[in-house]
């Protein structure tokens, strides 16, 4: 169905450009289905069935209505959008204009199909084709089908504002008229089978109790509950980060709200007060709170916010009414001016979808896969959609899809840039860049470099694609990192390894590092050594052929030297132009087939000459070396004997040098001795004089003999008495010289007693 789009003063292009937005029409992810129409089904019951070619919903013959299920075709365009997503969603009774006011969103009267009679149109949960698309998110209108549709038991009821609540993040209810509190107690039965499945997400043990007939035992016990224990009431508030944002949209209303006391007020507040707020005021009454008490308290709980909006009635005349999407410009001006404010508050409102980690967002992707796990919960009326484990699915989900996308992009992008830098296929790639070599030194760059240049390319891509899941924003990097690697083991496995490798003068070195063993860049691997190997054993042919012809059947002025030659730049020209990482295997292996090619080499001209030549040279060199190490081994000797004279001579010289010093002290200690001895001499010398003088005078002319003698033998005594006293100093003084020198002093004292 093509819609109807509105221009001038009815269209909304200024207002959406004003607030950031345009309307842009979706397109299916690449491979995905096209699809007709304005509007396409998200969800639909399983009695109906969407035909893609027509764009219709056909009922499926003798089905009966039990579940639900999504539409791929809806999926596909959903999973287009890779920006976050907001989805504005609107729900309420049937016939009360939800679907045409959400076309006025899209600029349009009827972009959502309207209903023109007393049955219900719309089943199910349809999604707008265009979008309004933002600088940060994208906005997906959701229309549903409306609560008590004909057809749709209670808990089908349920099960689609179920679904609707879960995927929206701006969630507008639709009502005709003023509602009163009796609207609630109608909405009861509806609301509290929601509020019951998300409260028991985390005890499934009480699940049983869940009954849809029961629900309302249960949603009084629940209720009683959350006044009760406080600690559970703010648990349960936190839903509310992830409920959306509620606006109840009034229809035809064009009387002003008060207050009790008849005082305008905004309608918000009449919602808040005089909808929504508890009647009695009495906080003990729990248990027997009315079914509106608790339907009012649940929505100002659970959802984010709660505001309220008013539009007047479009049309007083029948005629225009029932065909309301032909006469946009004849509707009730207030009407309009109502829809152009309401279109101006939900874009202020909206917001991106907020992923059950803090921080995250929902991106189209995202969201379809919730619409999947969601619709597969509702289904099971034994199963609870679980917030928390339908995310972490999600995420993990959406990682799935991101790597394997990134994997398709990988392999597209390394297929296009290999044959462009192999002339497609013709010319094999170094397969990494040689050690010590910048990859900016190649004028082709290696296999490894391509790859790792696609690597950089879709890692990029994938962070882009997850990296608003926000994943516990605090470790955010760690989570992309898991990503990351994930995604690379898809593309490279590798084990590590001591490589051989063989340097451009042929020679095997050693490396260690890692050989790659499966991924996708085995495949790109394997196909450039198969090429290298095609190349340089063609390069080869191409190289030696010529020769070995030659020494088959040498031509005339063809000599040794000739070959020798040819031979030498044939290699060199083969080290210049092999490619790839055969090379070198490939020159082993077709050097073994040119062996054969020696038996005919004394065909040639100048070989016998030259065999002689180089057999004198190995003889002469064979001489030389001997007489090398003739020379080498006497000189040794030489050496050897220089050494030990000299060990020899150092051994006396330090000898001599000992002895030296031992006499040196011995002498200065006697010179020392003898000094005091000659000393103590003179003294001993300068006292007898002075006792023979006194002697002397002392001493009558004549004396008698005997007297004399006496006298003598006095002086005999005394003198001897001075002799041992001068013993007795030269003893003292030698035993104060140094231990070292005792044997000196002690031969000293000997003398000295001798003396
Ligand atoms: N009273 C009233 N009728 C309206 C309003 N807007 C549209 N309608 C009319 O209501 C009828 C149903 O309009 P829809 O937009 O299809 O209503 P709906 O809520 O989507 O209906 P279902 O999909 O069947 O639940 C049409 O005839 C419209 O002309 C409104 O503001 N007030
Ligand atoms: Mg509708």
Redesign the pocket.
Same mark, same amino acid.
């Given at each position: 169905m093509a819609s109807l789009a509105l221009s001038g003063e009815e269209g909304n292009a200024d207002l959406l450009y004003k607030h950031g937005f345009k309307v842009e029409a979706l397109k299916p992810k690449a491979g995905g289905k096209a699809v007709q129409g304005s509007s396409v089904p998200l969800i639909l019951p399983n009695d109906l069935k969407y035909n893609v070619s027509t764009g219709a919903v056909e009922k499926v013959p003798g089905e009966r209505r039990e579940t639900l299920q999504v539409v791929p075709e809806a999926l596909g365009l959903l999973e287009g959008i890779e920006q976050p997503v907001s989805p504005l969603a609107i729900c =309420?009774?049937?016939?009360? =204009?939800?679907?045409? #006011?959400l076309s006025r969103l899209l600029g349009s009267a009827d972009a959502? *199909? !309207? =209903?023109?009679r007393m049955?219900?149109?719309?089943f199910g949960i349809w999604m707008g084709t265009s979008v309004l698309r933002g600088k940060d998110f994208t906005i997906v209108l959701l229309?549903t *089908? =409306?609560i008590d549709?004909a057809g749709a038991r209670a808990n089908q009821d349920a099960s689609i504002l179920v679904m609707t609540i879960l995927l929206s993040s701006l969630l507008i209810y639709?009502s !005709?008229n003023v509602p009163y509190k009796g609207d609630l107690e109608k909405m009861h039965g509806t609301f509290s089978i929601i509020l019951i499945a998300y409260m028991f997400h985390e005890n499934n043990e009480h699940f049983d109790h869940f009954l849809i007939e029961n629900f309302t035992r249960c949603f009084i016990k629940l209720a009683k509950g959350i006044s009760v224990k406080k600690g559970q009431k703010t648990k349960m508030s936190a839903f509310s980060q992830f409920f959306p944002d509620f606006m109840w949209l009034l229809?035809?209303v064009s009387l002003k709200p008060t207050d009790k006391n008849d005082k305008e007020i905004s309608p918000t507040e009449y919602l808040k007060t005089r909808v929504l707020a508890r009647e009695d005021e009495d906080e003990d009454e729990d248990f027997d709170e009315s079914a509106s008490n608790k339907v009012g308290r649940a929505i100002l709980t659970f959802f984010s916010s709660v505001e309220c909006a008013i !539009?007047e009635?479009?049309s007083e005349k029948a005629d225009i009414?029932?065909? #309301?999407?032909e006469h946009t410009s004849g509707l009730n001006p207030n009407?309009n001016k109502g829809v152009e404010a309401l279109i101006e508050r939900l874009l202020q409102l909206s917001h991106a979808k907020r992923g059950y980690d803090k921080g995250s967002t929902v991106n189209g992707v995202a969201l379809s896969i919730m619409a999947e796990q969601y619709v597969e919960a509702v289904n099971d009326p034994k199963a609870i959609p679980v917030l928390d484990n339908t995310w972490k699915n999600t995420i993990e989900l959406m990682r799935g899809r991101a790597i394997k996308e990134a994997v398709v992009v990988y392999k597209q992008q390394m297929r296009a840039a290999v044959a462009k830098a192999t002339n497609n296929g013709k010319v094999p790639l170094e397969e990494t860049t040689e050690i010590g070599m910048n990859s900016t030194d190649l004028v082709d760059p290696s296999l490894m470099d391509i790859h790792h240049q696609v690597l950089e390319v879709v890692t990029d891509m994938l962070l882009e694609k997850v990296g608003h899941l926000g994943i516990s924003s605090g470790n955010l990097g760690n989570e992309n990192k898991i990503v990351v690697d994930q995604m690379q083991k898809r593309l490279v496995q590798r084990e590590e390894s001591t490589v051989d490798y063989k340097a451009d003068d042929g020679t095997t070195r050693k490396q260690e590092g890692f050989i790659v063993i499966g991924g996708e860049l085995l495949y790109y691997i394997k196909q450039n050594k198969e090429s290298s190997r095609t190349f340089c054993q063609e390069l080869f042919k191409s190289l030696f052929q010529p020769i070995r012809k030659r020494v088959e059947t040498p031509p005339p002025d063809y000599d040794f030297d000739l070959l020798m030659g040819e031979l030498a730049s044939a290699r060199q020209q083969y080290s210049e132009q092999a490619r790839g990482p055969e090379k070198w295997v490939v020159l082993q292996e077709m050097t073994k087939n040119l062996e054969d090619l020696t038996k005919d080499f004394k065909k040639i001209k100048g070989y016998q000459k030259k065999l002689m030549e180089e057999r004198e040279k190995a003889h002469k060199a064979e001489l030389e070396t001997m007489e090398k190490a003739q020379e080498v081994h006497q000189l040794y000797n030489q050496a050897q004997d220089m050494q030990k004279t000299h060990q020899e001579t150092l051994e006396k010289m330090d000898q001599q040098h000992r002895e030296q010093m031992e006499k040196d002290f011995q002498e200065k200690q006697l010179s020392k001795m003898q000094e005091m001895m000659t000393s103590m001499q003179e003294k001993h010398e300068e006292e007898k004089r002075k006792m023979m003088d006194l002697m002397e005078k002392q001493t009558p002319k004549a004396p008698p003999p005997s007297l004399v003698r006496r006298t003598v033998q006095r002086g005999a005594d005394a003198l001897s008495a001075v002799g041992e006293g001068v013993v007795d100093v030269a003893y003292t003084v030698g035993s104060g010289v140094a231990g070292a020198a005792s044997t000196v002093v002690s031969g000293a004292k000997e003398n000295c007693t001798v003396m």
């Open positions: =309420g009774p049937c016939r009360s =204009g939800k679907s045409y #006011i959502f *199909e !309207l =209903g023109h049955d219900p149109k719309t229309d *089908e =409306g549709a639709n !005709l229809r035809d !539009l009635r479009p009414m029932n065909n #309301i999407a009407f």
